[in-house]
């Protein structure tokens, strides 16, 4: 056996925080080197990037993710008892509710809402000198999915409830005030989603057949007992939150077409499905997750090195959708690569890799894909915009980031349609 090489340091906690989505890649960079083993917290974890190492990590038998999530993330972005911290049979049975959700009708469904309620904003969008796009669009997808799901969400009610599960993701990687705040968002909406819950229950409110909230208003854990309210109110909220964690790529995808013009026009033509490759190369290129987390179940042998049971191994998701390896000149911005895309599943990782109904892959992947290309379709063919000077620097040392000003556009106006 040969030894994962070592990062020289006692503690790699602050290298984390001053490099954010490139720690990994920086240090196998530096140790020339895929795989690495150093201390985050004090706790011995290796670190690993690239095809080979998704493919390993994907691998149930090797990996587990229970106790894999740092508890502050599961007090702001995961939640208690979720999917995410599931293995084997209970997972798969879990993720097949979420899967389940995911037929191409209800994708269509989904994707129409979302272009309806942008249809609408932009109406009052012409009124305005300016928007921030990036709060706008967490509120256009917020009502979206609540409709989709069969929550019931109040007018009033709109922008809390926005607000609340931005702060979610924004907490998710965060120290001091932002974390507090996603903490107490999420025992906020976990209430009020676990009042949801018992109301369908209780036949006091009537949830729409195949949504979210009858799927897991009646859901069953293995033992074939259901749910409690507070865990079907968290694996409930794992459907909403995420879809307004679109709204980050929604940005990045309008970023992109500032400064990218050449995309627009091939966008209005579409052809041979350029909004799917435009969306496609958003995903890799912009970061998103910069890592996933398991533990090992027992102590194996990969490629001459010993992973000792019981420890913590993340996977370089931003990393390795950048690994000049697996993508010809990665740092730039070209669509046009995904023609040519194998379509596999270890190779382009942004939400996760392996098979989405036995893995840890995100259920959402989908959903994002279509949700991403209607609104590209708006941007693109239904709204002309400017963009007025701004701060569009997005830090890569923040977990979640995003451009600082989180994309301005003013002078909006709709376009005449056909």
């Not at 503690?11 to 001053?18: A, I, K, N, W």
């Not at 940005?251 to 992109?256: G, K, N, R, S």
């Amino acid at each position: 056996m040969t030894n994962i090489p070592a990062e020289p340091v006692i503690d790699s906690t602050l290298g984390l925080l001053f490099d954010g989505y490139e720690f990994i890649s920086k240090r196998c960079d530096r140790l020339h080197t895929d795989i690495f083993q150093t201390r985050l917290r004090l706790e011995k974890t290796i670190c690993m990037r690239g095809k080979a190492a998704a493919e390993v990590f994907y691998d149930t038998e090797k990996f587990s993710r229970k106790n894999a999530a740092p508890q502050r993330m599961k007090k702001t972005l995961l939640g208690e008892g979720g999917v995410q911290g599931l293995d084997g049979a209970a997972h798969r049975q879990r993720k097949q509710i979420f899967m389940g959700l995911m037929t191409p009708d209800r994708l269509q469904q989904i994707g129409d809402l979302v272009l309806h309620h942008c249809r609408e904003y932009a109406q009052q969008w012409e009124q305005q000198d300016q928007i921030v796009l990036f709060d706008q669009i967490n509120e256009i997808l917020c009502r979206a999915v609540c409709n989709w799901s069969g929550v019931p969400l109040a007018e009033a009610d709109v922008a809390q409830r926005t607000l609340e599960m931005a702060a979610l993701i924004d907490s998710a990687a965060a120290l001091g005030f932002r974390h507090v705040q996603g903490v107490q968002a999420r025992k906020r909406l976990e209430a009020w989603l676990a009042g949801l819950i018992e109301d369908i229950r209780a036949g006091r409110l009537q949830a729409p057949e195949h949504t979210a909230a009858a799927a897991f208003a009646h859901s069953q854990d293995a033992n074939d007992r259901l749910l409690s309210p507070a865990v079907a109110a968290v694996d409930l909220l794992n459907v909403l939150r995420p879809t307004v964690a679109i709204g980050r790529y929604i940005v990045f995808a309008a970023l992109a077409l500032h400064q990218h013009p050449d995309c627009r026009q091939k966008l209005q033509a579409n052809q041979a499905d350029y909004t799917t490759l435009f969306t496609q190369e958003v995903r890799r290129f912009y970061p998103f997750f910069p890592f996933a987390a398991a533990r090992t179940q027992q102590a194996f042998d990969w490629q001459d090195y010993r992973f000792p049971d019981e420890t913590l191994v993340l996977l370089d998701l931003y990393g390795t959708n950048h690994d000049a390896d697996l993508w010809e000149k990665p740092e730039e911005f070209r669509p046009e690569r995904f023609t040519h895309w194998d379509g596999s599943a270890f190779d382009f990782i942004p939400q996760g890799g392996g098979d989405h109904y036995k893995n840890h892959r995100c259920a959402g992947e989908w959903l994002t894909i279509q949700v991403m290309n209607q609104v590209l379709g708006f941007l693109v063919n239904e709204i002309e915009y400017d963009v007025p000077p701004q701060n569009l620097r997005v830090k890569l040392t923040r977990m979640p980031t995003l451009p600082e000003s989180r994309f301005v556009i003013s002078n909006v106006r709709l376009k005449p349609q056909a």
